[in-house]
């Protein structure tokens, strides 16, 4: 017997089971994942909606009752047949006049902003597309939406002038830029400018945060009107909570409503920003914050994308508004 063959002892001894191991896939072949199982939220039918019934119901009661009392109580004055009678009927005469006076124009105004909304949409495409068509119909509306400005005169004539000389897309809108557009932007700049400045004076030295916050508020609906009846919108109270909701839309969407100390210290540098002091950095900022709105209601009323003139830069208007430009 061979020395080196070792016999297991027979207390170390195993019987052998056979256990059956699946064979395992080929390499080439993925094993299938499960699928998940989805439980799709049940359809919830609702029933009738009792809220808006009762609130529309409750609504069509209180403008009927109103206007029964209107009624008799202008019979009632009518009836009267003297002077403290007729006096009052003028007086509602006007006051429903001035009334609708009141809605023209605030549809006029929704209009005119709607207007230079699809004037902007419109030459966008011509720019991006070449369409000579488009630009032309662009060019048109132009100077519809601008005829009769006075400041704008010399630009309409000019237009009028070289527009049938240009055989390309892009140039004619480049002409219109430069002839209606840019006259305009150096004072929508100083517009933006000056509100920054205001607000960041007012507000580094009032005690009151509520004053500081209805004079910030104030101050940029100003600003917003100045900005869009400089471009042709003339907006009244509901055209300028509409263009209010854009420029808010435009400035989440383009991402600069991000505004803090890291910001200020790229503009105006780290040590300065270091000595200011707490109300001074907060005029500041609400400065800064006036100058991105102001910008951002720039992008959304200027009727034509910037082709030739530049964008107003946030840095250099913060700069400006800082004491830091001159």
């Avoid at 929508?188 to 509520?210: F, G, W």
């Avoid at 400035?251 to 200020?264: E, K, N, S, W």
């Amino acid at each position: 017997m061979n020395n080196n063959t070792r016999r297991q002892p027979a207390a170390f001894r195993v019987e052998e089971v056979e256990v059956f191991v699946p064979p395992e896939p080929p390499l080439s072949e993925e094993r299938p994942l499960p699928a998940p199982q989805v439980r799709a939220m049940p359809d919830l039918k609702r029933g009738l909606e009792w809220g808006s019934i009762f609130f529309g119901a409750l609504g069509g009661l209180v403008s009927l009752i109103a206007s029964l009392w209107l009624y008799d109580w202008v019979l009632s004055l009518i009836a009267r047949d003297d002077w403290i009678g007729w006096a009052a009927v003028i007086l509602l005469g006007l006051v429903l006049f001035a009334l609708l006076m009141i809605v023209i124009r605030e549809a006029a105004g929704l209009v005119r902003l709607g207007r230079l909304g699809k004037i902007r949409h419109e030459a966008d495409s011509a720019a991006r597309q070449n369409d000579k068509a488009l630009a032309i119909d662009v060019t048109r509306r132009l100077k519809s939406f601008y005829a009769g400005r006075e400041d704008l005169t010399w630009g309409l004539e000019r237009l009028a002038e070289h527009e049938h000389d240009i055989m390309n897309a892009e140039e004619l809108l480049r002409l219109d830029e430069r002839t209606l557009i840019a006259p305009l932007d150096p004072v929508a700049r100083s517009l933006v400018a000056a509100s920054a400045k205001r607000v960041s004076v007012v507000t580094a030295v009032s005690p009151n945060a509520v004053v500081d916050m209805l004079f910030v508020a104030t101050q940029n609906l100003r600003m917003l009107r100045k900005l869009a009846t400089l471009y042709g919108a003339r907006p009244g109270a509901l055209s300028l909570l509409k263009l209010a909701r854009m420029v808010v839309t435009h400035i989440v969407l383009t991402g600069g409503i991000a505004l803090g100390d890291d910001v200020l210290q790229q503009v105006i540098g780290h040590g300065l920003t270091a000595k200011l002091s707490a109300r001074l950095g907060e005029g500041l900022f609400n400065g800064a914050l006036t100058t991105r709105i102001g910008i951002a209601t720039i992008d959304v009323c200027r009727p034509l994308p910037y082709m030739e003139q530049q964008r107003p830069r946030f840095r250099e208007l913060v700069a400006e508004v800082a004491g830091l430009g001159q």
